[in-house]
């Protein structure tokens, strides 16, 4: 039974930062993609940035250059760095994953249907 928790979120002014964390546990194989997503009421859920066990990173346009992924496999966590953070930024911010005995990359989990476990979220407050 996979289990994903998220954490770190808050309120910040526009310009500062926040990490997120994603705890895994329960993964049944090796590799695995982890995704983090995003969500405002009323629309649909949206890429952010994702990781595969492999190195790999994606990122959505909108945040490419503020904020960065990565994992600490030692700690099976996966952290979003988030820096200059803007009002459009303000959302639900959700982790996602899937593992597999196959090699994972981070493409495998960069769209909320090709996910399979989701944490609980976090809500990311910029004003």
């Known amino acids: 039974h996979v289990q994903l928790v998220e954490s770190g979120g808050g309120s910040v002014q526009a310009g500062g930062s926040l990490r997120l964390s994603c705890a895994a546990s329960?993964?049944?194989?090796?590799?695995?993609?982890v995704g983090w997503f995003r969500q405002v009421p009323g629309k649909e859920r949206e890429e952010v940035a994702a990781?595969?066990?492999?190195?790999?990173?994606t990122y959505a346009e909108s945040v490419k250059g503020r904020f960065a992924i990565s994992s600490d496999n030692s700690k099976n966590t996966v952290y979003l760095e988030m820096n200059s953070l803007k009002p459009e930024d303000t959302a639900m911010y959700y982790c996602?994953?899937?593992?597999?005995?196959?090699?994972?990359?981070?493409?495998?989990?960069?769209?909320?249907?090709?996910?399979?476990?989701w944490g609980q979220g976090t809500q990311v407050t910029v004003s």
């Open positions: 329960g993964y049944r194989f090796s590799s695995y993609c």
């Open positions: 990781i595969g066990s492999d190195g790999s990173t």
């Open positions: 996602a994953g899937r593992d597999s005995v196959s090699r994972m990359v981070a493409t495998l989990c960069e769209t909320p249907g090709r996910v399979e476990y």
